[in-house]
T-cell receptor, first 109, second 111 residues
Framework: DQQVKQNSPSLSVQEGRISILNCDYT??????FLWYKKYPAEGPTFLISISSIKDKNEDGRFTVFLNKSAKHLSLHIVPSQPGDSAVYFC????????FGAGTRLTVKP | KAGVTQTPRYLIKTRGQQVTLSCSPISGHRSVSWYQQTPGQGLQFLFE???????NKGNFPGRFSGRQFSNSRSEMNVSTLELGDSALYLCASRGSFDEQYFGPGTRLTVT
């Protein structure tokens, strides 16, 4: 039941550059989209969200873009910092929350 | 406010046994969801409880069950454990804007 797909298991970027994390979903009925960050030995922490009535939401260095026609969600982090190194999960909500498999981001100093 | 707490943090069980995990949500939160995290599979939704009622259920066998108490604390039970049940089990309580606040998880190892 792959309703949410993060096709890149890992991503490596240089400090100061932009990190772009991608997520695709299958159900056009999803109306709320979220990104979570997870460090080892901790539970995921909420990062940023966007509702289906918007196509962009920005919070500091983090911006989430939603392309409903393509059923595509992306998270931009700029500038990337070594402390951003973590696993990032996208999630979608209809009646319950569905998560992607995660993308491990490594930001190199 | 205190965050979501889960007990125990680590657990080792043998195949065929059963296990009960506990979760206490953030004070005031009435919704608790459970997830299973395994390498490469991300977070798989197990079920969600709201005001002591199961509101949603994921695609897991009946060996996985849960319940919620009047104080919103929740328990998850897995019976007849299999090796493939080894995973990190996360619970989350839901905030006002549908964001989930996760606990640190219970690492279950089945041998």
């Amino acid at each position: 039941d792959q309703q949410v797909k993060q096709n890149s298991p890992s991503l490596s970027v240089q400090e100061g550059r932009i990190s772009i994390l991608n997520c695709d979903y299958t159900n056009s009925m999803f109306d709320y989209f979220l990104w979570y960050k997870k460090y080892p030995a901790e539970g995921p922490t909420f990062l940023i969200s966007i509702s289906s009535i918007k196509d962009k939401n920005e919070d500091g260095r983090f911006t989430v873009f939603l392309n409903k026609s393509a059923k595509h969600l992306s998270l931009h982090i700029v500038p990337s910092q070594p402390g951003d190194s973590a696993v990032y999960f996208c999630a979608v909500r209809l009646n319950d929350m569905r998560f992607g498999a995660g993308t491990r981001l490594t930001v190199k100093p | 406010k205190a965050g979501v707490t889960q007990t125990p943090r680590y657990l080792i069980k043998t195949r065929g046994q059963q296990v009960t995990l506990s979760c206490s949500p953030i004070s005031g939160h009435r919704s608790v969801s459970w997830y299973q995290q395994t390498p490469g599979q991300g977070l798989q939704f197990l079920f969600e409880y709201f005001s002591e009622t199961q509101r949603n259920k994921g695609n897991f066998p009946g060996r996985f069950s849960g319940r919620q108490f009047s104080n919103s604390r929740s328990e998850m039970n897995v019976s007849t454990l299999e090796l493939g049940d080894s995973a990190l089990y996360l619970c989350a309580s839901r905030g006002s804007f549908d964001e989930q606040y996760f606990g640190p998880g219970t690492r279950l190892t089945v041998t």
